[in-house]
């Protein structure tokens, strides 16, 4: 489990993630339905307990810096031992979208949405849960339903990436990063 508070002039973004939570449980609060509705979905196809409070100034504002303290969450949760890859392919009506993503460390993200706000909403996240995530939009005309497919593909993939392992699944073996202080 992981809990981020984070606090700017704009906005104040807490998230408690729950990765290996017995069921999944989202209590949302943002000032922006849509966005509270894909978070939801996010935390049922994920499989997550997921509590997200949020506040801001301005719709991009609130959009981005949850995306931010969200991955920032994920980015703790993530299990030395667990599967790290992940992949899913969601059909919702018109829209049919594909995601693939690795929660190994390495940030990136490519994948083109129709609307730019939820671009950089998964741009954001996948930095800073330092993971990558390939988003593909296969086909769709309908905005609402391609987001939203993105949204429960992403979940769908989080769910198979951290599934507990018995190992790390990596060549290199784990990673140790010491710090000295100045």
């Known amino acids: 489990m992981s809990s981020v508070l984070r606090e700017t002039l704009?906005?104040?973004i807490k998230v408690?993630?729950?990765?290996?939570a017995d069921e999944a449980t989202a209590r949302i609060s943002t000032p922006d339905p849509f966005l509270t509705h894909m978070l939801e979905t996010?935390?049922?196809y994920a499989g997550w307990s997921?509590?997200?409070?949020?506040?801001?100034?301005l719709r991009h504002h609130v959009i981005e810096d949850v995306a931010i303290t969200l991955g920032l969450a994920l980015s703790e949760a993530v299990p030395d031992a667990c599967s790290r890859y992940g992949h899913a392919v969601v059909p919702m009506d018109d829209a049919l979208v594909e995601a693939a993503v690795d929660v190994g460390g390495r940030p990136y993200h490519a994948g083109r949405l129709?609307?730019?706000?939820?671009e950089q909403f998964f741009r954001s996240l996948a930095?800073?849960?330092r993971a990558t995530l390939h988003l593909r939009v296969i086909r769709g005309r309908d905005r609402h339903h391609i987001i939203e497919a993105a949204f429960k593909a992403l979940g769908l993939a989080l769910?198979?990436?951290l599934r507990p392992g018995d190992r790390v699944f990596s060549t290199k073996g784990g990673v140790t990063i010491h710090r000295e202080p100045d």
Do not use: M
Not at 50 to 57: R, S
């Open 42 to 44: 996010l935390g049922r």
């Open 16 to 20: 408690v993630l729950d990765p290996s």
């Open 114 to 118: 129709p609307a730019r706000l939820y």
């Open 127 to 129: 930095d800073n849960a």
């Open 159 to 161: 769910r198979d990436a």
């Open 50 to 57: 997921l509590d997200i409070e949020a506040t801001g100034d």
């Open 10 to 12: 704009e906005t104040r």
